[in-house]
């Protein structure tokens, strides 16, 4: 475990750009790498079975996040799988695709098989599709020196609001999450050197999501649009 940020003012910039390691599928299905290893994050609707996962972090028990089906297609024997601590029981249906499962809880620090994590609760505020008592999370991914968070089905909550990090990847469809306005003012508030909009398009908004979010986030912020399908 890492030594816990006092405050934004402690933390320095000058790490190089990863975006070019990160990969988004549809939805919140991520794909970062770090080095030769592979991470994925809720992966859904996968075109490919590469089956070469060494970790795949799920945010939460929703089908569109935690999907069997898909979590076959890139795990392989030695992969790391990573669950909140709520979503143990259910985790059970494809311990057999993983080396082993590992759970955690909202606001927490932790180093499984020298990656290094942490969580961010992730939640609702006026909606009940993500209540805060779920137990649900985002994660931040250090890799290199670099922050790159990725913060699941969310609100503009209070946690994501203290979020520390160099690259947001951040849901932007409204109606389930935040809407692209919401998720923009989220993130000229955190101000990271980068920020990839996710979970639009498909069956929660229209692909201008995307641009909307463009459209309102600080100059000083680059957006990029990586959506694949």
């Excluded at 809720?42 to 060494?54: C, K, L």
């Excluded at 994590?117 to 993500?130: C, D, M, P, R, S």
């Amino acid at each position: 475990m890492g030594a816990a940020l006092q405050n934004k003012e402690d933390y320095r910039w000058g790490c190089s750009d990863m975006t070019k390691d990160i990969e988004l599928f549809t939805q919140n299905s991520i794909k970062i790498m770090e080095g030769d290893r592979r991470i994925y994050i809720d992966p859904f609707q996968m075109r490919r079975e590469p089956q070469n996962a060494d970790f795949i972090l799920i945010t939460h028990d929703h089908y569109d996040h935690f999907s069997p089906k898909d979590i076959a297609k890139v795990a392989s024997p030695s992969t790391v799988l990573v669950v909140p601590e709520t979503m143990a029981e259910k985790a059970k249906e494809v311990e057999s695709l993983v080396a082993k499962i590992c759970t955690v809880r909202p606001g927490e620090e932790y180093v499984f098989d020298g990656l290094r994590l942490e969580t961010v609760a992730a939640y609702n505020i006026g909606k009940a599709f993500h209540p805060k008592e779920a137990g649900w999370v985002g994660y931040i991914v250090i890799i290199a020196g670099q922050r790159i968070y990725i913060a699941g089905d969310t609100d503009e909550t209070a946690e994501a609001l203290d979020v520390i990090c160099d690259i947001a990847m951040v849901p932007v469809g409204g109606t389930y999450t935040m809407d692209a306005r919401e998720a923009a003012r989220l993130v000229n508030n955190i101000k990271p050197k980068a920020a990839i909009p996710t979970h639009y398009g498909n069956s929660v908004s229209s692909k201008s999501a995307a641009e909307t979010f463009r459209e309102h986030v600080d100059l000083s912020i680059k957006v990029e649009i990586k959506m694949l399908y």
